[in-house]
């Protein structure tokens, strides 16, 4: 089973979804935004991914500075209690499979939680290339 935490509105989420179910996978996908967090969620999918929430925040088009969660004194759980009322500040897509659960940026990462891939060559929304005809990922 595959699930992805999903962002319809962002594109590195909606090249990993694509290529979740291009490789023959009907994931279950959780609209983060619509349903929110839920602290012991965030904590499970920080610890399966190695990710401390610092690490997780989504530093850009979020409102992350405005809440002044930049300054490095800023504590974990303080981003954490963040995250939970603004569930954008949390960095995605976020992807859980059999071996294992990551934030998937850039979106190929994804592979590495595949056990099967796309046909290549394969690209992604924006054309470049991450499976080549031999149905080998590409390195950037």
């Known amino acids: 089973m595959v699930?992805?935490?999903h962002n319809s509105a962002c594109g590195t989420s909606r090249n990993v979804l694509k290529i979740i179910q291009d490789a023959g996978y009907q994931p279950e996908i959780i609209e983060y935004l619509d349903e929110g967090w839920t602290r012991p969620q965030l904590l499970g999918l920080f610890a399966a991914a190695n990710l401390t929430p610092r690490g997780a925040l989504r530093?850009?088009?979020s409102p992350a500075k405005e809440l002044g969660l930049l300054d490095e004194s800023v504590s974990d759980d303080t981003i954490l209690a963040a995250m939970l009322e603004h569930p954008v500040l949390v960095n995605r897509p976020i992807v859980c499979s059999e071996k294992g659960v990551k934030l998937c940026r850039p979106s190929e990462a994804v592979l590495d939680l595949l056990e099967k891939w796309?046909?290549?060559?394969?690209k992604k929304e924006d054309g470049e290339l991450i499976i080549n005809g031999m149905g080998e990922r590409v390195k950037p």
């Open 59 to 61: 530093t850009s088009k």
């Open 118 to 122: 796309p046909k290549g060559p394969y």
């Open 3 to 5: 699930v992805i935490y």
